[in-house]
């Protein structure tokens, strides 16, 4: 039985109780669009069960995770066409961690992006958009 959160914004997408953009899903993992993208194509992959942060984890899952960060790294890239990526993975407030349950950010950066190596703003997508683009990366990871 997983451990979920019944107020965590992360369990309610695993339980697919909020609308989401999935772009890979198997028994312990999910990734999805986020809904406040920092740039074009910003995903977030997470663990299904609810863990504060990687701490929490079981190490081997830990290693799970993060071996799926290529693969979903490579069907982002080339289905957005960027240059380029970033993955973050923050725990504990002071490190920026807004959602209290484990997620690594994969964010797609674009060399044609105005100012070099500086975040830029986020946005609110939305997710007819997302659904769309999630599509088309989902096909991309099957592909592979
Ligand atoms: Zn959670």
Redesign the pocket.
Known sequence: MRT??HN?I??KI?LKNLPNAIIYEDEKFLAFMDKYPINHGHSLLVPKE?FKNILEMPIKEVGEMHSLVPRLAKAITSVLGSDGFNINQNNGKSANQIVP?VHVHIVPRYSIEKVRGQWPMRKIAQIKELENLAHKIRENIEGL
């Open positions: 979920l959160n965590c992360f369990c695993v609810h349950h």
